[in-house]
């Protein structure tokens, strides 16, 4: 059974940081594409930050420079460190893992930036 499993969410200050942790169970990790998505009220979801399994990585332009997506392929986890946050930051965001084919969801963590 495949398991990804967010944490870190929360409520920051504009100009604050968060730093989010996917821990994933039941899939090859090693090999998976991993990306964290995000989605606000009123709007669609969207792609943040994506790093394959050979630790190639990319942004949404509206990151770029504020948010670094790693994985720890040891502890079969995925992070999101988010600096120099803004109101427009504020979502529920998600894991996600792409493998063979398949992508699963987390559950989603809360995150929210007040000014």
């Known amino acids: 059974q495949v398991q990804l499993v967010e944490s870190g969410g929360g409520s920051a200050q504009a100009g604050g940081s968060l730093r989010l942790s996917c821990a994933a169970s039941?899939?090859?990790?090693?090999?998976?594409?991993m990306g964290w998505y995000r989605q606000a009220p009123g709007k669609q979801r969207e792609l943040v930050a994506h790093?394959?399994?050979?630790?190639?990585?990319h942004y949404a332009d509206s990151v770029k420079g504020r948010f670094t997506i790693s994985r720890d392929n040891a502890k079969n986890t995925v992070y999101l460190q988010m600096n120099s946050l803004k109101p427009e930051d504020t979502a529920v965001y998600y894991c996600?893992?792409?493998?063979?084919?398949?992508?699963?969801w987390g559950q989603g963590t809360q995150v929210t930036v007040s000014s």
């Open positions: 039941g899939i090859r990790f090693s090999i998976s594409g």
């Open positions: 996600a893992a792409t493998v063979l084919g398949q992508r699963y």
């Open positions: 790093i394959t399994s050979g630790e190639t990585t």
